[in-house]
């Protein structure tokens, strides 16, 4: 085994084997450090039944950063990168979102905030980070970690803005890759409308949503329409309750998209959310609606008390 070319001192340990062949095995236990992902570790073997010798390089495999290229206002973007090697499971990954002069650091919801303007710790909330490390055995422990970025897509921040994913390891950065969004204009692709509630409305009268998609739509579009209630949301399907009427219109270049309930008192407060979504995986748009203000059927303000007296045509005349 070699290191950058140079020869390791290795544990070397050789057994037969139940039906008269060997077995060897090489060991070599290091602390790797964010300097090896350029050293390549070669294990070389050679043997009277393999010619010229065979060797196998073991090195810090990074992958590109992946996402969507057809960001538009509204829609929803993921960004992956992963990372794969011989390193210790106190490996991390951070993600930067620079533009211009504006830099701001994104790190899984368990991390604490460091800390700096509460602005800048705002706007970290609309991005949400997840890292994922898996093992298997190969010799000896062999990890992938694989980092995401999503976010809601807005033009101002997001187009030509540099997205890095950073590997740190003991507070030093072990590699980096970089990726540019670009967002494209609604005009010409496609734009979506809000949803439109009235500024109150009566309990069990019949209540239509709407929210319509318009311009170069694909075909597989599929609709989703979630209810947010007291920080609960619930997916709303005609199959788990009969109080709701999912429907939509699709013609060419438009869907429209429609929600039918009967409001209840329980129901004053709801936020209703529709999501556009492609292959019924990514979410191409989202709108949410104002919160819905219910009122009951009947007033309930309390009865009229009158002074004894007389009536006659044009009001009361007191005694």
């Keep these: ?13 050789k057994w037969r084997n139940f039906n008269g062949t060997y ?20 294990c070389s073997v050679h043997h009277s039944t393999i010619r010229e010798g065979r060797t196998e390089k073991l090195k810090f495999l990074l992958s590109d950063i992946v996402g969507w290229k057809d960001w538009t206002e509204g829609s929803i973007a993921t960004l992956k990168c992963s990372i794969t090697g011989r390193y210790s499971k106190n490996i991390s990954a951070v993600w930067l979102v620079r533009q211009g002069d504006k830099e701001i650091e994104i790190k899984e919801k368990q991390s604490l905030h460091p800390a700096g303007d509460y602005k800048v710790m705002q706007e970290q909330d609309s991005y949400t980070c997840m890292n994922i490390v898996k093992s298997k055995f190969v ?9 995401t970025l999503s976010f809601q897509v807005h033009k101002q921040r997001h187009h030509q803005a540099e997205f890095i994913c950073r590997f740190m390891k003991a507070g030093k950065v072990l590699q980096e890759k970089k990726y540019f969004g670009t967002v ?17 409305c009566k309990e069990g009268e019949k209540l239509t949503l709407s929210c319509t998609m318009k311009g170069s739509i694909p075909q597989d579009i599929s609709i989703k329409w979630e209810k947010d209630l007291k920080k609960e949301r619930t997916l709303i399907s005609k199959e788990r309750d009969a109080n709701y ?45 104002m919160p819905l ?7 309930k303000c309390p009865p009229t008390t009158h002074k004894s007296g007389h009536w006659k045509e044009g009001g009361l005349r007191h005694a």
């Design 23 to 42: 077995s060897l095995e090489v060991m070599y236990r290091t602390n790797v450090t964010y300097a090896d992902g350029n050293i390549d570790y070669t």
């Design 293 to 299: 203000k219910v009122a009951g059927k009947y007033s």
């Design 1 to 13: 085994m070699k290191k950058g070319g140079e020869l390791l001192g290795c544990k070397i340990n």
């Design 245 to 289: 009427q999912v429907t939509e219109n699709k013609t060419q270049g438009q869907i429209c998209a429609f929600l039918t309930l009967c409001p209840t008192c329980e129901d004053s407060g709801a936020v209703f959310t529709v999501s556009f979504s492609k292959n019924k995986g990514r979410i191409l748009a989202k709108r949410s609606s």
């Design 184 to 200: 494209l204009d609604s005009c010409g692709f496609y734009s979506v409308s809000d949803i439109c509630v009235p500024e109150t």
């Design 139 to 147: 010799g000896g422990l062999r990890h992938s970690l694989c980092s």
